[in-house]
């Protein structure tokens, strides 16, 4: 390597991680990226999930950016269990970056230390992936106290699981593999949360 303007060669030794959504192999396909230069970042390639599909980071995620900003803020703000339901089923088009921005922006524009589930839906992108009325207006998943029970919180789970999963493959059969259950016991539940 030359110093701009030098021509004295320098030895140096470096690794080069870089990050894209992008699919480069078809890229190089279309020639909208030098072939060179893919072969000479591909050396390891490790593939991450888009986070919708790891459904297990989301909560310990949102609960980290919260402690960060939190801290950074001086704030003591925290997710209502609902809010935390919300986290779940909404999709993340915008994968981790857009979860830790909102989480800042939650925190900042909450008026309250508890931010509930409307500051939530008010604040993200794509509320398609949110049905309102499902959510907010229904009663099931709240006691007589007004808080969600253990068992409720895990059903609202379990049926969003059971509906990714049926979108996400082509036949039942196919979605109860990827459960690990029995295709009988995915036609039950599939009908037992109106899926």
């Given amino acids: 390597m030359y110093r701009i303007g030098g021509n004295k060669v320098i030895n140096f030794n470096c690794r ?3 990050a894209t959504n992008a699919d480069l192999a078809e890229l190089v396909k279309q020639k909208k990226f030098r072939i060179d230069l893919y072969y000479r970042l591909n050396v390891i390639n490790i593939s991450i999930p888009p986070l919708k599909y790891r459904k297990e980071d989301i909560i310990p995620l949102a609960m980290e950016f919260l402690n960060q900003f939190n801290e ?7 997710f209502a ?11 993340w088009p915008g ?15 909450s008026d309250k230390n ?16 949110i049905n309102y009325d499902s959510f907010f207006i229904r009663g099931s998943s709240i ?35 990827y459960l690990d259950i029995d295709i009988s016991t995915l036609v039950r539940k599939k009908k037992k949360y109106n899926i």
Wanted: glycine share 2%; aromatic share 10%.
């Fill in 114 to 129: 508890c931010i509930e589930p409307e500051v939530f839906y008010e604040q993200v992108l794509d509320k398609s992936k």
């Fill in 72 to 78: 950074e803020y001086g704030t003591i703000k925290y």
């Fill in 95 to 109: 994968n981790i970056r857009e979860m830790k921005n909102l989480v800042e922006r939650l925190i900042v524009i």
């Fill in 16 to 18: 080069i991680i870089a």
């Fill in 143 to 177: 006691d007589n106290e007004g808080k969600p029970t253990l068992k409720q919180k895990l059903e609202s789970y379990e049926a969003h699981i059971i509906k990714e999963s049926i979108d996400k493959f082509r036949t039942l059969k196919e979605a109860s593999d």
């Fill in 81 to 91: 269990s609902k809010t935390l339901e919300l986290f779940l089923i909404y999709d």
